[in-house]
């Protein structure tokens, strides 16, 4: 009977422990359908393939999710390591001896069946702060065409016995730590701008990644994570590239762990084709709405983040500025966001605040910023937000 007794107690006390772990994701990219012209330059199956990844909070252990969520065939996984990269992407070089081999319900091979989406099991591997972690996964059976990922990695990835490398993420998704009690993350949900058009490859200077250095040197908010789910050429509504905003909220927000604070900084696609872009404004508002009202009960703070300049750009016709001035005047004015993060303020031109300013532009598209641009958007964020 004690036997019995004490074997209980233990059971327990495991489970309190377990329930008491704050999860929270310390990296995240946007899923989607890869476009044709983004697919792996030669075939994934049967391919060894290293992927560089940064992360923003620390934590002593780790989970790995890999997803196949829009395929339509089962992906094999014959294997997968971590390891901590040498470089934020310029090189497939690891520290071996950090490598850690990950399990699946404890085997090493996994099959993710079309439409789903697994964890591996947790494992011990220290992280620290904006870490490069290397994921390595020897493919078995693949699929060919409808490949789930992330198009738009900025990010070199590497096929480790050919010579070829590629800047996109295929399967990988998230990575969670087991956070300190305070551990908490900031989903970002965006299109181009967010996703980094404009920065620099292996450089990890897109304005969420620049929030995120912030917060870690910052005491009050050093426990708190950025996950850029930002997709080039998203829309809110409808159309454009990648699961629209109305699809994917649930998931790229209330999927994920740890999510305390939610940051809304969409609409130019959804503006830009529009033939009425004042009626598609008032679209997004009831989107936007939607999702507010959705975080809210879950106990998240969301900030609305205005729409930037587009003038001389090729969305610069019809009545899209008017949508634009009508979607930023209700983020501006209306109650339903905690906080509005103005970044057509912060990047308009002192001449025509109506065009980004000169210094910002990226190959003088007048819609995507450069590397300072984004510096200071990441800059322009009051921290105090996010205390």
């Known amino acids: 009977m004690y036997r019995i007794l004490f074997t209980f107690i233990v059971f327990v006390a495991s489970v309190g422990c377990s329930m008491a772990q704050n999860w929270v994701t310390t990296w995240a990219a946007a899923q989607q359908v890869i476009e044709p012209k983004n697919n792996p330059p030669i075939a994934l199956a049967n391919e060894t393939f290293r992927q560089i990844v940064q992360v923003s909070i620390p934590g002593e252990q780790m989970r790995l999710r890999l997803s196949n969520r829009y395929s339509r065939e089962d992906l094999e996984i014959n294997a997968v390591e971590i390891a901590k990269a040498k470089s934020a992407g310029a090189s497939s070089d690891i520290e071996e001896l950090t490598t850690c081999q990950l399990t699946f319900n404890g ?25 490069n972690i290397a994921i390595t996964i020897h493919y078995g059976k693949a699929p060919l065409n409808i490949i789930t990922g992330h198009p738009s990695s900025r990010t070199t990835s590497y096929f480790m016995d050919k010579n070829i490398s590629t800047e996109h993420w295929y399967t990988i998704e998230s ?28 450089g990890q200077n897109r304005w969420p990644d620049v929030l995120s250095e912030r917060l870690l040197k910052n005491k009050a908010t050093r426990d708190v994570s950025v996950l850029n789910f930002g997709i080039g050429g998203n829309c809110v509504v409808e159309g454009g590239l990648g699961p629209t905003v109305k699809r994917r909220y649930q998931h790229d927000i209330f999927g994920m762990s740890g999510v305390k604070y939610v940051i809304l900084f969409e609409g130019v696609n959804d503006l830009g084709g529009a033939r009425d872009a004042v009626a598609k404004a008032d679209q997004i508002i009831e989107v936007y709405k939607q999702i507010i009202k959705e975080a809210h009960e879950k106990g998240m703070k969301v900030y609305g983040g205005t729409v930037m300049p587009f003038k001389y750009s090729f969305y610069d016709f019809g009545n899209h500025e008017a949508g634009r001035q009508h979607l930023n005047e209700w983020i501006r004015s209306c109650k339903d966001f905690d906080a509005v993060l103005d970044f057509d303020a912060v990047m308009s031109g002192t001449l025509e605040k109506d065009a980004l300013n000169p210094i910002f532009l990226f190959e003088n598209d007048w ?21």
Request: proline residues 3%; charged residues 25%.
């Open 107 to 131: 085997s090493k091979s996994v099959v993710i069946k079309a439409g789903e989406e697994i964890y591996a099991d947790v494992c011990d591997f220290k992280i620290t702060p904006r870490m």
């Open 175 to 202: 990575i969670d730590v087991i956070a300190g009690k305070k551990g908490r993350a900031i989903a970002v949900i965006g299109n181009s701008i967010t996703d980094g058009r404009g920065s620099t490859t292996n």
């Open 367 to 387: 819609l995507h910023p450069n590397a300072i641009g984004y510096k200071k958007m990441g800059e322009s964020i009051n921290l105090k937000l996010f205390k």
